[in-house]
Each structure stands twice: as C-alpha cells, then as structure tokens.
C-alpha cells in the first residue's frame, strides 16, 4: 500500500504544485490575497495546456456529454436560486455552482450498478447519477412528484432505482454509512463500488477517522472524495484545519490517496478511474481530495461576505465549463451551432422540470405517517 501511495504522489506531483498555487489566494488569517494578472495568466496557460493533453486522448461523444452534464447542473441550480428567490423553494438550499467537474467527473467512472452517497450540496451529484431534473427539481418544491415525495427537499434527494442513496443533512453523517455499504457489496461478493463525497470540514469529524480506519483494515470497496471547496460555511480552511493537504490524511491509515484540481473534469475523471479500478480490482479503498471553489455561499441564505469579489472572479477565471468548452473549441471538437444546441437542450429539460414541479401536488397530509418506520406500527 505504501508503494501504491508513493506511486499516486508521483503521478500527481504537478497537479498538486499547480492547485496549491491556486490555493494561495486565502492567507494563514483568512485574509484574500490577491494574484497579478501575469501569474494569473501563467497559471491558466499551465492548466489550459494539462486538460488538452487530456481531450487528445478521451472519446468526443464522451467530451461532449460531460459538458453537457456540467452545463445542465449549472442551470438547474441557477434556477433552484430563482425559484428560492421568489418563494417557491423553502428551508435550506445548498448550490453547487462552480463545483460541477467533481460530479460529472467522478460519476462518470462507475457503473449504474455502483453506489454514490453524498453531502447536503447533492444537487449535482442526484443528477449525473441518473435522476431526473423533473423529480429533484419537485422535491425542491416539496412537491409530492418529487423523489423523496416532497418530504425530503433540498438536503435529502434519494432514489434507490439508481443506486444514489441519498444526501445527507449531518456533516460527516454519510462516510460511516458509505464505509457500511461498501463492507455489504464486499460480504456479498457483489462487483460493486462505492463513492462517497463530503466537503473538507467533515474531515475533521471522528466519524471521518474512524471510517478510513475501518475501510482500510476491511479492505473496502470504497471511493472518498473530499471536495475542497475551501470553506466550511464561513470559515476557510486555513482556519478551521492544522493539515491542510487533506489527501494527506490517508498516510496514517496506510490509505491510497491523490490530490486533484476539481475545475478540470477530465483530471477528476481520470483520479477517479484509477481510484474506481483499485477498488473493484483489489478492493482497496482511496481517498481523493479534490481541490474546487462554490461561487455561492454555503447556503442561499449566506451573503458569503468572508470573502471578497476579487476572490470569487479569480477561481471564476478557471470555470470548469468554460475551461473545458474553450478547450474543446481550439481542438476543433465544439463550435458555436453545438454550444447552442447544448444550452438549447438543457434549458428545454430545466423549464420541463419546473413546469413538473409547479403542476405536481402537495403530500397529503397521511404522508406525514409513512415511510417513518421500517415496519409500520401496527394499532
């Protein structure tokens, strides 16, 4: 295992010096730091020049429909801020915007058969596992079409017909469970993989610990990825953790780990696939931190003013989807007739969504009484 994680180091060596520059924007104080333009520019050349290599080497009908996810996730969720907005969205709403890559990316690996479980910032996660916008945008509304019968909302989307087991409401409260259904596919003997994503806070959770403890001693099928998006609600990283380089972590339960820029879709994608292979292969767990930035704050109700604009537009500068879109125009794989088609598509599919979810009915009040219990009291 030791040399499995040495050999992850090396292959990841580059990707970690380049997101670690891009981390610098937050100092030790939480104070924004902000780069020149010319280092700016040098660092977007480098990352430009990584996902190119990638695109040379990756099918075209797959290129273009991992933008076409990330897009669609894009729009939903900047219309589940719409519909919050003018009321139609109650309680907590948690956006993925600027997180895109790490769902596509890492979703695209597995197998319809495999598990995925995730955070409270599910959104993203719900939809590039295979559910549709039209249930998840009418479990937003509380809707009875919606997939958890409008009963769940925002932070607990749940479809088991897909193998997406649900978000989780509790920081770190999905790690255990993943670490549990990964030890049931092993004690079955069933060729299943797991992914489990959370944010970096959670890794300061007990439950995170002992979790890879277990995974690694049990040799577990399992997938962890961290998305680091640098901030625990309002607090940054730099405050709130003494080991910042999270994959790190892994080191002291002899774990595979890999550091990962989360705003390219294909380097996820590809950390994912060897993390995905380990698994399946020789049911071995890993752990991936995936370093990427929400553009939004923790939750709609968040004005997010521990951070400044400048620092919002500097990692905005390296948009997944637009890295990826413009990369793909300069490779001759996208023009402008395709682009359109694309947001054409994903604006007929969100507008359906919300139609489904406004036209759907409220739970009828019985409903408060089911799904409580297993086994349903008897009187």
Known sequence: MRAASQMNNKKT???????????????????AEVATTEELRAEHERRK??????????????????LYQMVLIRRFEEKAAEAYSLGKIGGFCHLYIGQEAVAVGAISTIRPDDYVIASYREHGHALAKGMSAEEVMAELFGKAGGCSAGKGGSMHLFDASVNFLGG??????QIPLATGIAF????RNEDRVTLCFFGEAAVNQGSFHESMNMAQLWKLPCV??????????????????????????????GMASEFVDGMDVLAVREATMRAVERARRESLPTLLEVRTYRYMGHSMSDPGNYRTRAEIEQYQQRDPIKLL??????????DDAIMNEIEQRVRDEVERAVRFAEESPWPAPEELYTDVYANPLRK
């Open 325 to 334: 879109s413009n990369n793909l125009r300069e490779k001759g794989l996208l």
């Open 224 to 253: 962890y990825i961290c998305e680091n998006n640098q901030y625990g609600m309002g607090t940054s990283l730099a405050r709130a953790m003494s080991l910042q380089d999270i994959a790190k972590k892994a080191c002291a339960y």
């Open 49 to 66: 020049e990584d996902q190119q290599a990638r695109i040379a080497e990756t099918d075209r009908d797959l290129l273009l429909h991992l």
């Open 168 to 173: 989780h409401a509790i920081v770190g409260g």
């Open 13 to 31: 060596s580059s990707s970690r010096q380049q997101a670690d520059e891009l981390s610098t924007v937050t100092t030790v104080d939480g104070a």
């Open 184 to 187: 049931a596919t092993k004690y």
